[in-house]
């Protein structure tokens, strides 16, 4: 571990001398050693600058899990621009919008992005489109094997305070939010993450989570802080998992509920031993019980740790494999470097055997939400009931109700807000419903979660039409305009109007409590009253 690093390029680059020719990455039949890896970064940056990318310039990474994409992260880091990784599995329009909205200069995609963007007006920032594979034939497209081998862009030093990445994730309501994080955030993740899970130089961690997602961004970090390798798993099935670790002799496994399920399952039917699986790690949700309860018996030599993180906080805490079979489900305590406390507001600091909001304090809080300093000041500010420890320092409030046990150990207990975990993403109902609504046959929508035992949560819509709606035509709707973990799993069909508040707006926890309650009884919802009692509604808590 190199205690020098203090920016994300230097993850990379510290490597150099010290093990030019170690595999940094495997990538199905390829093998990338640091050496070469920089010597694709250099190029790309090359091209960057020679784009007249700046740094503090917004750069847009949209492409599949691979050395490319690795290298282009790498290639704006060097130039001190800003990397912007956005899912694959996200649509145009959401593209689009994340491009509008950070004002990316340039676009780094695959081929299938690029021809959906060449029949659209660019994002109105976008300068140029850098393609790996073939292009359209219009100006700004440019073709990423055609990019001149001799380029060799300059390193631009940026300090741990500037701003490193934005990482686009679903807020409780609206669009997605861009968390800034800042070239510290992500350099302490990794030294905090590697040192309560004992990583080292010879590890060897599977990579079956996007770059998108601040927890597989961890894994690259991690590996490249100790000098260890990360080995790309591009189809995130159970049995090409469990393949691939004993092929490539993999050490760690870092994984979300939905896919501990598949694995597990699929791992109770056919026996296999992993010998060289040091650790396995989940976040992103709660695993179910009975799942939790057959990790020990299916990786028996493996250490489990369970985790809680944000992405406006990066990582928060985690439970020592030790404590697993006593305390399944716990999330532990504070991972080292940071510290988080359970807070009763308006009381003070919660005591063994209560709960309250769980907030985090530490050099992984964030700088908060690209352009929105009204949501970034509502998510990270001063903390009334820590004034007499911390004073007026901002601490990151996670929205999640926590438990604290007698040991201090921490019990995840709900979110106070309503947004859909689901297939380790986090979805804002509000997209899912004005998703739902372009389909031109939905009136009104209100989208909220059921607890499933592969997804997590699976989304549910409630529904009034604008006329007869055809259920089976507005499910191959949103297959068509939704991201595959978005798709609703089943809609419910108002035979009347949703309720309003005195305002006129939906009445959403009573839509959500009355289609429960007629899912229960198998029958659809009617309208069981026009307002709410008080006049307005309550935070949903579905």
Not at 12 to 27: F, Q, T
Not at 202 to 230: A, C, E, H, K
Not at 518 to 541: C, F, I, K, N, Y
């Amino acid at each position: 571990m190199n205690a020098q690093t203090t920016n994300f390029y230097q993850l990379l680059a510290d490597n150099l001398g010290l093990r030019p020719g170690k595999p940094a990455i495997i990538d199905g039949p390829r093998v990338t050693s640091y050496a070469s890896l920089s010597n694709q970064v250099d190029r790309l940056a090359g091209y960057l600058q020679d784009r007249s990318i700046r740094p503090g310039d917004r750069v847009l990474v949209h492409l599949r899990k691979s050395i490319s994409e690795v290298a282009a992260m790498f290639a704006v880091a060097k130039i001190g621009g800003v990397i912007v990784n956005v899912s694959t599995q996200w649509t145009v329009d959401q593209l689009a919008y994340v491009a509008e909205d950070c004002g990316a200069r340039l676009m780094i995609v695959e081929p299938r992005a690029a021809e959906a963007l060449a029949a659209r007006k660019l994002p109105s920032g976008v300068e140029s489109v850098l393609v790996r594979g073939s292009i359209p034939g219009i100006p700004q497209f440019d073709r990423w094997e055609d990019v001149p081998s001799h380029l060799d862009g300059d390193e631009v030093f940026r300090l741990e305070t500037d701003l490193a990445m934005i990482i686009y994730t679903s807020g409780s309501t609206g669009m997605p939010k861009g968390v800034m994080l800042t070239h510290r955030n992500i350099v302490s993740g990794a030294r905090s993450v590697s040192r309560y899970l004992g990583l080292r130089e010879d590890d060897r961690l599977l990579s079956v989570l996007p770059y998108s997602f601040d927890y597989g961004l961890n894994q690259l970090t991690t590996m490249m802080l100790m000098g260890g390798t990360i080995v790309h798993q591009a189809v995130p099935l159970a049995a090409e998992i469990i393949m691939a670790m004993r092929k490539y002799r993999v050490t760690g496994l870092a994984a979300v509920p939905p896919l501990w399920g598949q694995i597990v399952r699929q791992l109770r039917e056919t026996r296999v031993d992993f010998p060289s699986l040091r650790r396995i790690t989940n976040s992103g949700g709660k695993i179910p019980l009975n799942i939790l309860q057959q990790l020990p018996q299916v990786f028996p030599e493996a250490e489990v740790f369970l985790m809680y993180g944000l992405t406006e906080a990066f990582r928060s805490t985690y439970l020592p494999p030790e404590k697993f079979v006593r305390k399944m489900g716990c999330i532990g305590r504070a991972i080292p470097g940071n510290e988080v406390y359970v807070i009763k507001h308006g009381e003070g600091v919660a005591r063994a055997g209560e709960q309250g909001e769980l907030v985090h304090r530490g050099p992984l809080v964030s700088l908060g939400y690209w352009g929105k300093p009204d949501a970034t000041e509502q998510k990270i500010r001063p903390c009334p009931e820590l004034w007499h420890l911390i004073g007026d320092e901002p601490v990151v409030y996670s929205g999640d109700i926590v438990r604290i046990d007698d040991d201090g150990d921490l019990w995840f207990v709900g979110r106070n807000d309503a947004l859909i975990k689901t297939s380790g993403f986090r979805v804002s109902p509000d997209e899912v419903e004005d998703l739902v609504c372009r389909s031109g046959v939905v009136a009104e929508a209100v989208a909220f979660g059921v607890d499933d035992d592969d997804l997590g949560q699976s989304i549910h819509v409630a529904v009034t039409g604008v006329g007869t709606i055809d259920e089976e035509a507005l499910l191959r709707y949103c297959r068509q305009t939704m991201p595959s973990y978005m798709v609703p799993r089943k809609f419910h069909v108002w035979r009347e109007t949703m309720p309003r508040t005195s305002s006129g707006k939906i009445a959403r926890p009573e839509v959500v409590r009355a289609t429960r309650a007629w899912m229960h009884l198998g029958d659809v919802p009617r309208q069981t009253a026009s307002r709410t009692e008080t006049g307005e509604t309550r935070e949903a808590t579905a």
